[in-house]
């Protein structure tokens, strides 16, 4: 008996499941699943000529987001977690929650899910196991990993595999709790059968169970985007980009250049999840983990993210969106005019008030089906980064672009993150919070080593990418965006570039380097001097205003934080203290 075929015997004596199937992630495995959750009201079909192939899942109305208050890392030591993180010990998560799992699956069926995250064969690849009752789940997780026995064959008799136990028991949020065991490399989801919280593979093990991982093989787990950048005559660049959810990562991941018959042209490598190796070149290279994409619908349309929409125009599970009585799915920003008759995301006669699609609502989809991904998007050996490129929403304080003044201080810039919130978790929205590198939710030790861990790799690299701040949000008095976003972000990018090869210029302020007027290309674009002004505004005396809760966040960190943040802080507070801007 292998390892993972022990582990499989002991969860399925726990759960006591009626059957047991082990998924070979096969056409005709996928088939028979999607007809039973037709058959069952799991799935619904959708338009045979307007979506083919694909169908739309309505979840329980308590189950639509990531239940961050939820979910628990359960270290050995409180430390280990740190401040950001809900802590749970081993020892309560088995007495609290293991109990949950006794007898869960009765009479019902058992799936177990191997998977890969990472192209398959390659050395930086990592596989895991799924146990779940839900089909949905196996039907996601085939589009998302590379599923079933290509993953048990690379898997073999090997020990090298994160464990992953998911039961939907009874999907009430009073018995809801999705436990990460760091020291054992093992997940535990029960109560829910929301993507983020039931697709294990996804932010549980790419990036929770994988950044722990990270920390103690040298390595980086991130949530970050990787584009290609290629310019005139053939030269390529690699961007890294972590934002968080619902901020614009898989509109920029499928970017469409406003420049390509001038040879500007954009190809998609991964659109949330990244993980970074330093290369024996000095330089630090990037592997998506992931075989598909898991996005945000609303704010999808032809004009924000036509890449987007050709790859969900068919063979794509949407989970939460609207549909029309003969099934075609619709979502706020597919287009300006709603259907007629249209039924809202719980199935219901919508009434043309409140939304249609949920704000969370969701496309899964393979990867390939992608019009712009990157030849190399399956590279086992990665891609080498230019530059990361950290962002977030804010309407105000954060110019539309800034660039660090090396590595750690561009640290100091992915720690000190800000974003107002969306639907993409549970909570009020709107708000503004932390979220460092966009890892608040998903970092799975403490964040202050985190930090620690960033700087260690970094000084390590003897070509280290460079470090950029964006902010594609902000909005001029009337509370209107003033960038146009999209497609003319490739002008940010574009100077980011010309920066690293020392080729544009840029002022100093008291964040680092950002573009005067004259330093970015607005040639085409209908904005005002002083809209340009504006997006590149670094305003003391709201910066002066955010120092004291950069501050208090910090605080909370103690000794595990790092004293060049803390050096990094105080020079900007001197800085705004006697620097006009």
């Not at 073999?156 to 999705?178: K, M, N, Q, T, W």
């Not at 501050?551 to 004293?563: E, Q, V, Y």
Request: net charge negative; hydrophobic share 40%.
């Amino acid at each position: 008996m292998t390892p993972a075929e022990k582990w499989v015997a002991e969860v399925e004596a726990l759960v006591k499941p009626a059957r047991v199937a082990w998924c070979d992630g096969s056409a005709s495995e996928n088939a028979r699943l999607v007809e039973g959750m037709l058959t069952d009201g799991t799935l619904h079909r959708l338009h045979a000529g307007e979506a083919p192939g694909s169908t739309l899942h309505r979840s329980h109305p308590s189950d639509v987001a990531r239940t961050e208050h939820l979910t628990f890392i359960a270290s050995r030591e409180k430390g280990g977690a740190g401040p950001t993180n809900n802590w749970m010990s081993p020892g309560d998560a088995r007495a609290k929650v293991g109990p949950l799992f006794d007898g869960a699956m009765k009479g019902r069926t058992m799936y177990v899910v191997p998977y890969v995250m990472g192209p398959l064969g390659s050395p930086f690849s990592k596989a895991g196991i799924e146990v779940t009752d839900s089909p949905y789940v196996v039907a996601n997780m085939r589009i998302m990993t590379r599923m079933g026995q290509a993953a048990l064959d690379q898997l073999g008799s090997s020990e090298e595999f994160v464990p992953g136990l998911h039961a939907l028991g009874d999907l009430s949020p009073d018995r809801r709790y999705i436990v990460h065991f760091p020291e054992e490399r093992l997940i535990w989801s029960v109560g829910s059968g929301y993507g983020g919280n039931a697709l294990l593979g996804k932010k549980c093990f790419a990036l929770r169970i994988a950044s722990t991982m990270a920390r103690d093989q040298g390595w980086m787990a991130e949530h970050m985007l990787i584009l290609e950048l290629e310019l005139p005559g053939g030269e390529r660049h690699y961007v890294a980009a972590a934002f968080p959810s619902a901020c614009g990562k898989t509109n920029l991941a499928m970017l469409v250049s406003p420049f390509e018959a001038q040879g500007y042209k954009v190809r998609t490598v991964g659109d949330d999840i990244a993980w970074l190796r330093p290369g024996e070149d000095g330089r630090l290279w990037a592997v998506n983990p992931e075989a598909g994409f898991f996005g945000v619908v609303p704010g999808t349309g032809p004009e924000t993210n036509p890449n987007a929409m050709a790859t969900i125009g068919r063979d794509t599970i949407f989970t939460n969106v609207a549909v029309t009585p003969d099934g075609i799915p619709w979502w706020e920003g597919k287009d300006k005019n709603p259907p007629k008759d249209l039924l809202d995301w719980q199935g219901r006669k919508w009434d043309g008030t409140g939304k249609a699609a949920h704000p969370n609502s969701r496309f899964t989809v393979a990867a390939r089906q992608c019009p712009s991904m990157s030849p190399r998007w399956e590279d086992p050996e990665g891609v080498p980064l230019t530059a990361i490129v950290f962002g977030g929403r804010r309407a105000k304080l954060n110019p539309l672009v800034m660039q660090s003044r090396d590595w750690a201080h561009g640290v100091f810039l992915g720690a000190t993150m800000g974003s107002e919130t969306t639907a993409a978790a549970t909570g009020q929205v709107g708000v503004v919070r932390r979220d460092p590198m966009a890892m608040l939710p998903f970092c799975g030790y403490n964040m202050g080593d985190y930090f620690g861990h960033w700087l260690r790799v970094g000084a390590g690299l003897t070509r280290p990418p460079a470090v950029f701040h964006v902010n594609w949000f902000r909005t001029n008095a009337e509370g209107r965006f003033v960038w146009p976003g999209f497609g003319q972000n490739l002008r940010v990018l574009l100077w980011m570039i010309d920066r690293v090869k020392g080729k544009a210029s840029g002022q100093e302020t008291p964040l680092g380097v950002v573009p005067g007027p004259n330093d970015l290309n607005w040639d085409g674009l209908d904005l005002a001097w002083a809209d340009r002004e504006l997006l590149l505004r670094v305003d003391r005396s709201e910066w002066a205003a955010e120092v004291p809760e950069i501050r208090a966040f910090f605080d909370k960190f103690g000794s595990s934080l790092p004293p060049s943040l803390e050096g990094s802080l105080g020079a900007l507070s001197e800085e705004l203290a006697t620097t006009a801007v």
